[in-house]
């Protein structure tokens, strides 16, 4: 599964199993699992739509494979009926859309990553924004013959290897507020959330964004850093041509390795709240099989 140029992590300093096997195990799934081919979602059936939260509530994503149409952002839009309303991104177009794409030196690439050929770092999207999207979708309509690969990790496999080998910075991540500013947007929120018994996880760590670490974090960021962007932690898979990667914000980081310069890659990227006629449908979060206990 792991093909292309995968990323150069940084050894663990901390001294820790950076690669704790049972985790790793866990988070890797066969990837034609979690693939549902539909022919357009425009015009989805019963069982399908039943499969479509059958799978995303049970992996966290879904890649939904379409028939090509003569404008494939049609399927995407059409996800807003499952997953609610559409989040704007300041480079939304008048849908919603955000178009990732390399536009070579563009001015816009050193505030993007999506407009560059650049890796992307393991993240959530939209942890600089008041109110993270909730469900976030990706249509490849171009990959990039080699590279720009797909990355994955739950949330979840974070908690857990964290629970393991740093249980007193597990416990700060919730208490300890971050602040991620990137332009004129600013949200002060912790890494993890606890809410109803459901956690959620924001993150960011790249360059473009800037990032205040309280004192008491460091560390464990540091260590969530190394941890996500190890390869050997992340479902890495490549995106075709008309599939779309739906999936749960709050419980999954994902990235996408390099590719040339002189590829074309593009993909469509959608936001949206999670509240729509099926919101009861759709489980976001996670519930951690060992709870932490508060000390
Ligand atoms: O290019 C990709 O596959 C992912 C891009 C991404 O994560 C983003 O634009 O937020
Ligand atoms: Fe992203």
């Not at 600089?128 to 979840?156: D, F, N, R, T």
């Amino acid at each position: 599964m792991l093909t292309g140029n995968i990323l150069a992590v940084k050894q663990d300093d901390f001294g820790a199993n950076l690669d704790d096997k049972k985790i790793t195990e866990a988070s890797k799934i066969d990837i034609s699992q979690v693939t549902l081919k539909i022919t357009k979602l425009t015009d989805i059936s019963q069982s399908d739509k039943t499969s479509l939260f059958e799978l995303f509530n049970k992996f966290k994503l879904v890649i939904l494979e379409c028939e090509p149409l003569p404008n494939p952002q049609d399927n995407l839009l059409a996800l807003n009926n499952f997953f609610g309303s559409v989040k704007r991104h300041k480079r939304s177009d008048e849908n919603g859309i955000v178009l990732v794409e390399n536009l070579g030196n563009s001015p816009l690439a050193t505030t993007y990553v999506a407009t560059t050929n650049q890796a992307h770092l393991m993240h959530t999207d939209g942890p600089y924004e008041m109110e993270p999207p909730k469900i976030v979708a990706m249509q490849c309509e171009i990959p990039s013959k080699h590279g720009g690969l797909s990355q994955i990790v739950y949330s979840e496999s974070v908690y857990e290897y964290l629970m393991e080998n740093y249980l007193q910075e597990l416990h700060r991540l919730f208490t300890y507020p971050l602040t991620i500013t990137r332009g004129d947007q600013t949200a002060r929120r912790a890494i993890f959330l606890e809410k109803e018994g459901k956690i959620s996880m924001s993150f960011r760590a790249d360059s473009v964004v800037s990032i205040a670490i309280p004192s008491q974090l460091e560390n464990v960021y540091r260590i969530i850093k190394n941890y996500v962007n190890n390869p050997k932690n992340q479902l890495i898979f490549k995106l075709q041509a008309n599939q779309i990667l739906v999936f749960d914000n709050t419980s999954i980081l994902h990235g996408r390795t390099s590719f040339p310069e002189n590829q074309v890659r593009k993909l469509n990227r959608l936001w949206f709240d999670g509240i729509s006629e099926y919101t009861h449908h759709i489980q976001l979060g996670f519930i951690p099989k060992s709870k932490l206990l508060h000390p």
